[in-house]
C-alpha cells in the first residue's frame, strides 16, 4: 500500500547529462516537495508544489527544476548534475501546506549518483 | 526563520536500555515539533508531534516526547530500546511560513 512512489531507487548518471526523477502519490494531497539529503546531513527542501502554485527555496539552484503535470505525479529535472548533486533525493507529500501543523508523508527516496 | 539542533550526531546504547535523543529549537513563536525516524535507505516515517496541550506526547513504536518551552527542548526517549530501533532520528520544527526545518540527525546504534 505505498502511498508516495518514488522511482527509480537507484539512479546513475554522468556528469553533465540530464536525469529526472519520479514520484508519485495516491493521498490525493494537494502538497509535493522535494528534499535533497546529502550523507549524514538534514533533508534540504528543494522547492514544493501547492496544487500548481510552484514554490522555490532562495538557495536551490538553477540547475534543478521541477514539473507537476496533475496531482499525482511529480517530477525532479536536474539539467546538468555536477558530483555535488550526488544525494538521496525524497520526495514527500502534505495534505495541506506545511504552516506548521501539517505532517508530511515520504517516499523511499532515490539515491542518485554521478559518475 | 526556525532552526533546529540536535547536539548529538552519533549515539549508542545496549538493547533494553533507555534512550533520550536531544533536540533543541529556536523559534519566535509557538513552535509545531516532529520527531522523523529514517530506516537505512528509506524515507522519513513520522513517530510524533506536538502542536499544543500536553507537554508529554506519545508516538509509534514505544516513544515519547516532552516540550520544554523553558529549555526550547524536545527531546525523544524510550524506556527501553530494541535493536530495530536502529536508525536515524530527525527532529524538526514547522512554523507558519510553510516551512518545516529539520536537525541534522542523530544516528542511533543499538548493541546486543
Known amino acids: 500500500d505505498a502511498m508516495v512512489i518514488q522511482n527509480p531507487r537507484y539512479q546513475v548518471t554522468q556528469f553533465g547529462k540530464p536525469v529526472t526523477l519520479s514520484c508519485s502519490q495516491t493521498l490525493n494531497h494537494n502538497v509535493m516537495y522535494w528534499y535533497q539529503q546529502k550523507s549524514s546531513q538534514a533533508p534540504k527542501l528543494l522547492f514544493h508544489y501547492y496544487d500548481k502554485d510552484f514554490n522555490n527555496e532562495a538557495d536551490t539552484p538553477d540547475n534543478f527544476q521541477s514539473r507537476r503535470p496533475n496531482t499525482s505525479f511529480c517530477f525532479l529535472d536536474i539539467r546538468s548534475p555536477g558530483l555535488g548533486d550526488a544525494a538521496m533525493y525524497l520526495c514527500a507529500t502534505s495534505r495541506d501546506p506545511v504552516g506548521g501543523q501539517e505532517k508530511l508523508f515520504f517516499g523511499s527516496g532515490t539515491q542518485l549518483s554521478v559518475l | 526563520a526556525q532552526s533546529v539542533t540536535q547536539p548529538d550526531i552519533h549515539i549508542t546504547v545496549s538493547e533494553g536500555a533507555s534512550l533520550e535523543l536531544r533536540c533543541n529549537y529556536s523559534?519566535?513563536?509557538?513552535?509545531?515539533l516532529f520527531w522523523y525516524v529514517q530506516s537505512p535507505g528509506q524515507g522519513l516515517q513520522l513517530l510524533l508531534k506536538y502542536f499544543s496541550g500536553d507537554t508529554l506526547v506519545q508516538g509509534i513504536k514505544g516513544f515519547e516526547a516532552e516540550f520544554k518551552r523553558s529549555q526550547s527542548s524536545f527531546n525523544l526517549r524510550k524506556p527501553s530500546v530494541h535493536w530495530s530501533d536502529a536508525a536515524e532520528y530527525f527532529c524538526?520544527?514547522?512554523?507558519?511560513?510553510?516551512?518545516?526545518?529539520f536537525g541534522a540527525g542523530t544516528r542511533l546504534t543499538v548493541k546486543p
Open positions: 523559534y519566535g513563536a509557538t513552535p509545531y
Open positions: 524538526a520544527v514547522g512554523a507558519r511560513n510553510n516551512d518545516m526545518r
